[in-house]
C-alpha cells in the first residue's frame, strides 16, 4: 500500500506542476486512473450485460438442478463458457479501485510528504517551523488547528502534525514566510508549496456537517461563503452517486423478454426473484448517495471532489460501453437454450 501511495502522490504532483492548479489536477488524475482501469471495468460491464440478459436461462437451470448442487455448478460454468462470461470479472475491478481510494485519501490527507516529499526524518522542520510561527499568529489559524498547537510529529502516537498535515501545508501555501525559518532557510532541499484553493473552495478543507445541518434550525451566525461553498461537494457527490446508480440499474425487461418464461409457476419464480433483486437495487440506489454525501462531509473536499468526477467518469462509461463496446445476446438464442433444457427434462421424466 505505501508504494502505490507514493506513486500516486508523485503522478498527482506531476500534474499538479504541470496545470498549477490542485482542483483541475485533482480533475485530470481521476481521468488517468479511470483510463487506467478502463479493460478491466470494459470487462466487468461486459460481463454484468451478458449475466443479466441469460437470466432467464440460468433460472431454468436453477430449477432444473435445485436439488443438485455440484451438477447446478457444471451446467452454470457451460453456460458462462457458452456466452462468454467470467463471473469473477465483476469483482476485480473493485478490488483493485478500493485501495486506489484509501491510498488517494492518504496522498490527499499528507501532501508533504507524499506531494512536497519531504520525508519521515526531515518532518521535523515543518513541525518546528510552523509551531513558531503558529505561536505569533494565533489568530491566523483555523479553528480545528488552534487546540492542536504547537502540533507533534515525533510521537507516533500523538502525531497531531499527521492529522492537520493538508491543513498546515495549505498554510505553507498562504503565508510562504514560515518557509525562512531557520529549520526549513539553512536545508539544502528547496519545497513547493501547493495551492489548494479551487473556484473559492479550499479543498484542504472538511466540509462543515454541523454548520450544515444549522441552516435548517436558524443557526446561521458565522456562517461565511467558503463554508457554503464547500458544501458544493458532498451534494455533488450525492447527486453523482445517485445518477450512477440509477443509470447502472438494470433495464426493464420488454415484452419478447418476459416471453422467455413460459409456464405460470415460472412467472411467478421470476416474479419473486425479480421483485426481491428490484428491491435490493432500489435500497442501494437511495442508500449508496447518502454515504457518499456523507463521507464527502468527513474527509477534505479533494477527496469529494475525486469522487464526483469518478461518478461523472462512471456514467460516460456506461453509456459508451452499452452502446459500443457490449456484444449483444440475441433473444432467439437463449430462448432456444431454454427450450432444449425443457426438452431435456422431459426426456428425463418420461424414462
Not at 448442487?69 to 473493485?94: A, F, R, V
Not at 483493485?96 to 510528504?113: C, D, N, S, T
Not at 461518478?311 to 437454450?337: A, M, P, R, W
Amino acid at each position: 500500500m505505501t508504494y502505490i501511495m507514493i506513486a500516486l502522490g508523485w503522478i498527482l504532483d506531476l500534474f499538479y506542476r504541470l496545470i498549477g492548479n490542485y482542483g483541475f489536477a485533482i480533475i485530470v488524475f481521476t481521468v488517468f486512473i479511470k483510463l487506467a482501469l478502463f479493460p478491466l471495468d470494459l470487462k466487468q460491464r461486459r460481463s454484468m450485460a451478458k449475466t443479466q440478459k441469460i437470466q432467464p436461462l440460468l433460472m431454468e437451470v436453477q430449477k432444473k438442478y435445485a436439488n443438485d448442487k455440484d451438477k447446478l455448478n457444471q451446467e452454470t460454468m457451460k453456460l458462462y463458457q457458452k456466452y462468454g462470461i467470467n463471473p469473477t470479472s465483476g469483482c476485480l475491478p473493485m478490488l483493485i479501485q478500493f485501495p486506489i481510494i484509501i491510498a488517494l485519501y492518504w496522498v490527499v490527507r499528507k501532501p508533504i510528504f507524499y506531494m512536497m516529499g519531504v520525508g519521515e526524518a526531515d518532518i521535523w522542520r515543518i513541525g518546528e517551523a510552523f509551531n513558531a510561527w503558529a505561536a505569533n499568529n494565533p489568530d491566523a489559524l483555523p479553528s480545528a488547528l488552534k487546540s492542536a498547537i504547537p502540533v507533534t510529529f515525533a510521537d507516533r502516537h500523538n502525531n497531531t502534525f499527521g492529522l492537520h498535515e493538508i491543513q498546515i501545508a495549505q498554510l505553507l501555501f498562504k503565508n510562504p514566510e514560515i518557509l525562512n525559518h531557520p529549520a526549513i532557510a539553512n536545508w539544502s532541499e528547496s519545497l513547493r508549496p501547493i495551492d489548494f484553493s479551487f473556484f473559492g473552495m479550499d479543498l484542504s478543507e472538511v466540509p462543515n456537517l454541523s454548520a450544515f445541518f444549522g441552516i435548517f434550525i436558524g443557526k446561521v451566525s458565522g456562517l461565511t461563503l467558503s463554508t457554503a461553498l464547500l458544501w458544493i461537494i458532498p451534494i455533488l457527490s450525492g447527486i453523482s452517486s445517485f445518477a450512477s446508480s440509477r443509470i447502472a440499474a438494470p433495464a426493464k425487461k420488454t415484452k419478447k423478454d418476459k416471453k422467455l418464461i413460459l409456464s405460470e409457476e415460472e412467472k411467478k419464480a421470476q416474479g419473486n426473484t425479480g421483485g426481491a433483486a428490484n428491491d435490493t437495487m432500489k435500497s442501494m440506489t437511495m442508500i449508496m448517495p447518502i454515504f457518499s454525501a456523507w463521507f464527502a462531509f468527513t474527509l477534505p473536499a479533494a477527496v469529494g471532489l475525486y469522487w464526483i468526477i469518478s461518478n461523472v467518469i462512471q456514467i460516460i462509461q456506461h453509456v459508451l460501453v452499452t452502446k459500443y463496446f457490449v456484444k449483444d445476446i440475441s433473444l432467439e438464442e437463449i430462448e432456444g437454450d431454454i427450450k432444449n433444457v425443457k426438452s431435456r427434462k422431459k426426456r428425463k421424466k418420461s424414462r
